[in-house]
């Protein structure tokens, strides 16, 4: 399973290009060498990381609609936030949130979903994926806390160091 970008709009800013802030880079290295210590085989791929601000608030806007029939005022934004961080607290624009998995070779090893597959058994703890993944979502959460980084329970995938959701997690 291979990962389709989320959108093309940061090609104009990055190219195919991944940045994070420094700090962040740090913390992954680290990370990194915890999962290679726990098994030789794996690697970590970061296939997503900072983002516009203009492209987040663009993101927000489509997904937004979405909801439009079923929610309105603070609920239509709290349904959106669960697949798209609101603009304001979103990590992507400050360089401190990743989407990550865990890949054998390249290839992205089980992790019940596709990275980006907006479903509800994206939610890190789904009681309705199998066991390898649960294991292998335990593992990647794991690993990337130790490295100090912050889950987002919603998204299997996206963890933070540094940013708003971070603050608020520790």
């Given at each position: 399973?291979?990962?389709?970008?989320?959108?093309?709009?940061?090609?104009?800013?990055?190219?195919?290009?991944?940045?994070?802030?420094?700090?962040?880079?740090?913390?992954?290295?680290?990370?990194?060498?915890?999962?290679?210590?726990?098994?030789?085989?794996?690697?970590?791929?970061?296939?997503?990381?900072?983002?516009?601000?203009?492209?987040?608030?663009?993101?927000?806007?489509?997904?937004?609609?979405?909801?439009?029939?079923?929610?309105?005022?603070?609920?239509?934004?709290?349904?959106?936030?669960?697949?798209?961080?609101?603009?304001?607290?979103?990590?992507?624009?400050?360089?401190?949130?990743?989407?990550?998995?865990?890949?054998?070779a390249g290839v992205?090893?089980?992790?019940?979903?596709?990275?980006?597959?907006?479903?509800?058994?994206?939610?890190?703890?789904?009681?309705?994926?199998?066991?390898?993944?649960?294991?292998?979502?335990?593992l990647l959460r794991?690993?990337?806390?130790?490295?100090?980084?912050?889950?987002?329970?919603?998204?299997?995938?996206?963890?933070?160091?540094?940013?708003?959701?971070?603050?608020?997690?520790?």
């Open positions: 399973r291979s990962p389709l970008p989320i959108d093309n709009d940061m090609l104009a800013y990055t190219g195919n290009l991944i940045f994070v802030r420094e700090s962040v880079l740090a913390k992954l290295r680290q990370a990194a060498s915890m999962l290679a210590k726990v098994n030789s085989e794996l690697q970590l791929q970061v296939v997503y990381g900072y983002r516009a601000l203009s492209v987040q608030q663009k993101l927000f806007l489509k997904y937004r609609k979405q909801f439009e029939s079923t929610y309105s005022g603070k609920a239509l934004d709290e349904a959106t936030h669960r697949l798209i961080a609101v603009p304001e607290i979103a990590g992507h624009p400050t360089g401190g949130a990743v989407d990550i998995q865990i890949t054998n992205p090893i089980d992790m019940g979903t596709n990275i980006w597959e907006f479903v509800k058994d994206s939610f890190t703890f789904s009681p309705f994926i199998g066991q390898e993944a649960q294991d292998n979502r335990r794991r690993i990337m806390m130790d490295a100090g980084f912050a889950p987002f329970d919603g998204e299997w995938w996206h963890f933070s160091y540094g940013d708003k959701e971070w603050a608020a997690y520790y």
